[in-house]
């Protein structure tokens, strides 16, 4: 069965700094990995996916996300955080023959002025 | 970007009162709706995914006479949450793909539903 783990709850970065949010996956055959971003009160915006390619996938507003596929990882990261990605961001992933995708926890991400 | 629409946004009603909340895909043929349910601070919980044309996929434990899924069309879903109870108070969320196992799922803004 598919699953995917978001192991930190919150992640505070200052403004200006490099972010990292963290994503490790399950799945049988090859993963097709997403990240979204949930404002309050709001349904979930799609960021970037990873199909196929190159490891490192960019997506909206500036955010990356690098498939590793031997750590079965997709972290996704950001050069300098700004106050406006302070969100929900959630980790999901669809593997095998199952058209459903599986969501991560989610992790709360504060930026600091 | 492919835009899916949830109405109504909010609903306030009557314990005992049925709800319906509908999802429609607005700029592509939606062949999968997903319906999820999320309570505060956490994750989304898949309550089912339904294709156009034939009966909802329901997820373990969730009631189907319940919450009635209809996916008449590519473009609308609908959600009924039948004789709606307290417990029942949540925040709903729809989502909607297009055919193609590479295809994300885009969401609807959700709909918030408290029941008195």
């Known amino acids: 069965a598919q699953s995917v783990a978001q192991p930190e709850d919150q992640v505070n970065v200052a403004e200006g700094n490099p972010l990292t949010v963290k994503c490790t996956y399950s799945v049988s055959g090859n993963p097709y990995l997403f990240w979204y971003v949930q404002y309050p009160n709001r349904g979930l915006q799609f960021l970037l996916k990873y199909i196929t390619g190159d490891n490192l996938v960019k997506g909206s507003y500036g955010f990356e996300a690098e498939f590793n596929k031997s750590q079965t990882s997709f972290h996704l990261k950001k050069p300098s955080a700004l106050v406006s990605d302070s969100a929900l961001y959630f980790c999901a992933v669809r593997g095998g023959r199952d058209d459903k995708i599986i969501f991560g926890k989610g992790t709360r991400l504060h930026i600091l002025p | 970007g492919a835009v899916v629409s949830q109405h109504p946004s909010r609903v306030i009603c009557k314990s005992g009162t049925s709800v319906k909340i509908e999802c429609r895909s607005l700029?592509?043929?939606?062949?999968?709706m997903f319906w999820y349910r999320q309570f505060p601070k956490k994750s989304l919980m898949l309550m089912a995914t339904s294709n156009e044309g034939s009966k909802a996929t329901y997820e373990q434990g969730v009631e189907k006479d319940k919450f009635l899924i209809n996916h008449a069309s590519l473009t609308l879903s609908t959600l009924t949450v039948t004789s709606a109870h307290p417990e029942d108070s949540s925040f709903y969320i729809c989502s909607a793909k297009g055919a193609g196992v590479d295809q994300p799922q885009h969401f609807g803004d959700g709909t918030r539903l408290s029941i008195l």
């Open positions: 700029d592509f043929q939606a062949t999968t």
